[in-house]
Nanobody, 132 residues
Framework: QVQLVESGGGLVQAGGSLRLSCAAS????????MGWFRQAPGKEREFVAA????????YYADSVKGRFTISRDNAKNTAYLQMNSLKPEDTAVYYC?????????????????????????WGQGTQVSVSS
């Protein structure tokens, strides 16, 4: 498994921006689909965004489409989540995930879920808080 370290979270006013980073260890970063989930207090974890192994395809939850942008730099073993026009309902702990198994044909519905979940690696999470 790959080791993941997130950074970039913080407190921001509504309408502001943050960029999350997810740095991965190892030499096989390009073999993982990368993405982000989030979990707000009292709520289940939810999918936010994902990108294919090459970065050529991206996927978003409807709630963040048009505001968030996921990207990756395989040379730097890092994935990013640019979050613009933040809303109070975006407040959550954001988790980076690396998925070695889900085929692109099954993205994003099967990304780090179901039978593919056990093979995913997760970061420790970074808090994003958006004030109104």
């Amino acid at each position: 498994q790959v080791q993941l370290v997130e950074s970039g979270g913080g407190l921001v006013q509504a309408g502001g921006s943050l960029r999350l980073s997810c740095a991965a260890s190892g030499r096989t970063f390009s073999s993982y689909a990368m993405g982000w989930f989030r979990q707000a207090p009292g709520k289940e974890r939810e999918f936010v965004a994902a990108t294919s192994r090459s970065g050529g395809s991206t996927y978003y939850a409807d709630s963040v489409k048009g505001r968030f942008t996921i990207s990756r730099d395989n040379a730097k073993n890092t994935a990013y989540l640019q979050m613009n026009s933040l809303k109070p309902e975006d407040t959550a702990v954001y988790y980076c995930a690396a998925d070695p198994s889900t085929p692109e044909s099954s993205m994003p519905s099967r990304y780090c879920s179901g039978s593919y979940y056990p093979r995913c690696s997760w970061g420790q999470g970074t808090q994003v808080s958006v004030s109104s």
